[in-house]
Structures are given as structure tokens and as C-alpha cells.
């Protein structure tokens, strides 16, 4: 198995500008929750974060989006931007007709250990993964480089990279990483779902946004906190958002993240705590499945 620990990091030395800053200036990374099948009654989201050259924040916050509608909408928001990353939660390579692919099963490692389930992608599901599904028609069209390890010290262009926010939530929040740790969200589940849990979600991602420094991202979410009653929409938009945060870590190194698996059987970009890295290690050992640590600046 080959583990590169560490490798992506960027060194400075105190007279160099701040790795992260420097990272983020001119760059926009979109996040969007696709929804895997085109079905216009029940779109996925989109939203974005963009820097300026001076290094200022933008928020886009996030719209209820179907495949085209995300393809226009970065094709708008990117224009300004010399560098853009998008943090798509959908498999991205699916070459297996059968079972789930490799990095999926270190995933599973996390997720069923919290309490969650991981949907295994393969080429037999025709709606979403077939060769007709409309994920392969978008990727095309998005003209996008997938490949991850470049994206940290990339200058310019277009990047895709492949997210997952059941994953990345006990991977920015530890409180969610010990066994049946995993919030319970989704509105469109009634018997489970616990509005405690969609608030702890939603303060989760407002307490990153503001780390990073995104105030604008922040409110947003503690405005998302403030629903009563929030629904399946709604928790499509907040999964964008969270896949926008995924995508801006593993560009600018201020969290700990990881690849999972490559780009021959399909691969997935997470945040990484403590808890949820040691299980991802001993998987990925016991599997053979490589995985790759990008440390925080």
C-alpha cells in the first residue's frame, strides 16, 4: 500500500507570505451536492467561496441546482478567477460493474463505525452510474482535471475533485466521530431525524466558515441553525456548503485532510480528526487501498 504522509504541505519560512493566504488569492472552489440522478423535482445544490487577489472572501450561498444549472453556474462564477476547484459529492471514477470500489470501503471504515451507511458506486446502477447517467454528460462538459494531488500547488485552471459530506462532518467535528456518533440530519428520514442534530450540523459548519474567515459563509449557516422546520432542500444546501469547506482545506492546507484511494479505481477527499485518521489507517492497511495525507499548514 503506498502511504505519502505529509508530502503536500508547503513549507515557508517566517519572511514568506502565509502559505494560506497565498493559496486562496484569485481562487474560487464551488461545492455542489448533485443529487446523482437528474431528477428536476428533487435537485441537488450548488454555492461557492471566492477570493480576490487581495485575498477577500465572497460567498455564494447555496442554490438548488440540477446538473445543467451547476454547469452555468460555474461557468458565471469562475470567469474572475485564475484557479477554480469543485468539490463534487458523487463518485467522479467508477470503473468497477459490481460491489463498491476500494475507497469506499475505508469510508465505510468511519461511517458505519458512527452510525451511518455508504451508498457502494458501480457501473450497474444505470441511473447514476451507467454509461448514459448524467454525471459522465457533466464531467464532460465541465472539461475539469481530476486529479487531486496536483490541486495544492496548482497555478491555474480547473479542478474536480471528489467529496463526501457524511464523511467530512466527523472529519471536521470529532464530537461526531465515537461509535453512532453520526448526526442524524436528514429531514426526509422523520423517524430519525433530531433538529438538535441538524443544529449541532449547521453550528458545525458556521464555527468553520469562521475559522477560515468566511463571516458572510458563517452567518449563512447560523441562519440555516435557525430553522424550525427544515427540509430535504435544505439539507441539500448545507451539504454543498460543507463540500465548498472540503474543497478550500485541501487547497489551502489549514485542516487536515486525506485521499482515499486513486485515480485508477476511484478515490475520495475528506478532512481528517484524530479519530477518524487512525480508522481510516487501519483499514487502508488491512485493504491494500492507498491513502494520502495532506497535513495542515
Not at 169 to 182: K, L, V
Request: some cysteine; glycine content about 8%; overall charge negative.
Amino acid at each position: 500500500m503506498k502511504r505519502e504522509e505529509d508530502e503536500l504541505t508547503m513549507s515557508r519560512s517566517p519572511s514568506e507570505p502565509n502559505s494560506q493566504v497565498a493559496a486562496r488569492r484569485g481562487i474560487l472552489v464551488v461545492g455542489f451536492d448533485s443529487a446523482w440522478v437528474d431528477n428536476p423535482k428533487a435537485p441537488g445544490a450548488i454555492c461557492a467561496i471566492g477570493f480576490d487577489d487581495t485575498c477577500e472572501p465572497r460567498f455564494v450561498a447555496p442554490q438548488l441546482a440540477g446538473f445543467q444549472d451547476a454547469l452555468s453556474f460555474i461557468e458565471n462564477e469562475r470567469r474572475s478567477h485564475r484557479l477554480c476547484v469543485i468539490a463534487l459529492d458523487q463518485p467522479t471514477i467508477v470503473p468497477n460493474m459490481t460491489g463498491g470500489r476500494p475507497a469506499e470501503r475505508v469510508a465505510g471504515s468511519v461511517i458505519s463505525f458512527v452510525g451511518g451507511g455508504v451508498q457502494p458506486a458501480n457501473r450497474s446502477k444505470a441511473a447514476m452510474f451507467g454509461d448514459e447517467a448524467p454525471v459522465w454528460r457533466f464531467i464532460e462538459a465541465l472539461d475539469a482535471l481530476q486529479d487531486p494531488l496536483l490541486v495544492p500547488k496548482a497555478e491555474t485552471g480547473m479542478f474536480l475533485i471528489e467529496v463526501f459530506p457524511a464523511l467530512a462532518i466527523p472529519g471536521f467535528e470529532p464530537a461526531f466521530a465515537g461509535r453512532h456518533g453520526a448526526p442524524k440530519y436528514n429531514p426526509s428520514n422523520r423517524r430519525k431525524f433530531r433538529i438538535y442534530d441538524w443544529k449541532l450540523v449547521t453550528a458545525m459548519v458556521a464555527e468553520v466558515a469562521a475559522t477560515a474567515g468566511l463571516t458572510a459563509m458563517a452567518r449563512w449557516a447560523e441562519d440555516m441553525a435557525s430553522l424550525e422546520g427544515p427540509r430535504k432542500a435544505d439539507q441539500d444546501r448545507l451539504d454543498s456548503a460543507i463540500c465548498a469547506l472540503v474543497g478550500l482545506i485541501w487547497r489551502d492546507g489549514s485542516c487536515p485532510a486525506a485521499m482515499i484511494g486513486d485515480l485508477d479505481d476511484g478515490y475520495i477527499i475528506s478532512p481528517v480528526s484524530e479519530p477518524t485518521r487512525a480508522r481510516m489507517q487501519a483499514a487502508a492497511e488491512t485493504k491494500g487501498v492507498p491513502l494520502s495525507f495532506r497535513l495542515s499548514d
